[in-house]
């Protein structure tokens, strides 16, 4: 009877702490519902990529002849490796570039003023080269320290109309994987003698050393070279590789194998990074939610005390750990149970270990007092 009232008298004081505490409870269930939301996301798109992985290798087909399209890969996933090779050079004429490539990026800096916020009432103004433009307007002291209103001349990414391989045309899905650009060093002086060119740099200035605010300079880099060797993955419809599924890229003749292993660790490396914020979330959650916790380590005593490892670890870890392992588990044993059963086993380890140690180690005790 005495410890039902003391239970009810527990439940009643968490109902009081909540009414007080409703504000922090309501921020605490907002970034769960993000850590949710981020950890949800993560693993179907990781089940999605298993999925994927797991069949492509078995309705891969390997194309043996580059200069033949076969019509009975049409629809179907296939793998060719050789050289690319462009049609049409893509070109900036007004600085003498001419790059027979799949992709040609033309970067574009301006020198403008700069502030920085030393105290709150302390601003200082230095003037550099960025490739965005910075809006003065919104200056503590704009007198004196003016920003052009737009850049003169824009980045911009050019792509070649067609690339190949043999006969295999590659589609813009395709040409957008070629990010691996290396900087163009001309020593073409342009025939515009207002653009100047310094270590590969072609500034639109009078004076590279002394530039002016609004003067800009451009920047010339360039991806998948015509020549180059390359292998790929990619849906066959007619001769065109890649508008739309999977598209793998490699530079260099790699077995298909070895590409899709590469895809898997690159995949794994994103699923962790994810994995990691949506845990983050959920740890910086944990102490609004403290109510709970007081209620629990008062009511559940035993429980609350074999959770937190008699306070190896924190109840926030603890609490961070747990939610994040139900999700992750209910996830995955919907696309397969044994994993969904494997992961909460694992979760469970540390617990078992210790209660194993503290079983081991009361007998311990027992043995040496007989």
């Not at 194309?63 to 050289?83: F, H, M, P, Q, R």
């Not at 050019?158 to 163009?184: C, H, P, Q, W």
């Amino acid at each position: 009877m005495v410890v039902a009232k003391s239970n009810k008298q527990k439940e009643i004081a968490l109902w009081l702490e909540l009414k007080s505490e409703w504000g922090r409870v309501l921020i605490g269930a907002c970034l769960l519902i993000l850590a949710f939301v981020i950890i949800t996301n993560n693993e179907q798109e990781a089940i999605q990529n298993t999925k994927s992985l797991s069949t492509l290798f078995q309705n891969l087909r390997v194309v043996t002849d580059i200069n033949k399209v076969e019509s009975i890969n049409e629809g179907s996933l296939v793998y060719l490796a050789g050289e690319l090779h462009v049609d049409e050079p893509l070109t900036e004429p007004d600085y003498g570039i001419s790059v027979p490539a799949v992709c040609l990026k033309r970067r574009v800096q301006m020198f403008q003023w700069i502030e920085y916020e030393e105290s709150p009432k302390k601003y200082t103004y230095q003037t550099d080269w960025r490739d965005k433009l910075i809006d003065s307007s919104n200056f503590h002291m704009p007198v004196g320290h003016q920003n052009p209103s737009k850049f003169p001349l824009t980045s911009k990414l050019y792509i070649s109309e067609v690339v190949r391989i043999g006969t295999y045309v590659f589609s813009v899905n395709i040409k957008k994987k070629f990010a691996d650009f290396m900087l163009i060093t001309s020593d073409e002086r342009p025939e515009n003698r207002d653009i100047k060119l310094h270590a590969g740099l072609y500034y639109h200035t009078s004076d590279v050393w002394n530039p002016e605010v609004g003067n800009i300079r451009v920047q010339f880099s360039f991806a998948g070279m015509s020549g180059d060797m390359v292998s790929i993955i990619a849906r066959q419809s007619g001769k065109m590789l890649g508008q739309d599924g999977i598209i793998l890229l490699s530079k260099g003749k790699v077995l298909p194998d070895a590409m899709i292993k590469d895809e898997h660790n690159r995949n794994v490396w994103s699923v962790r990074f994810y994995r990691s914020l949506g845990w983050l979330f959920l740890y910086i959650s944990s102490p609004f939610f403290a109510v709970f916790t007081r209620y629990t380590a008062s009511r559940y005593k035993t429980v609350y005390n074999f959770l937190i490892l008699d306070g190896l670890l924190s109840a926030n870890i603890v609490y961070a750990s747990i939610v994040f392992t139900i999700i992750i588990s209910q996830i995955w044993y919907l696309y397969d149970r044994s994993i969904g059963l494997c992961i909460i086993l694992a979760f469970q380890l540390p617990w078992l270990i210790y209660a194993i140690y503290k079983k081991c180690k009361l007998l311990l005790k027992k043995t040496r007092n007989q």
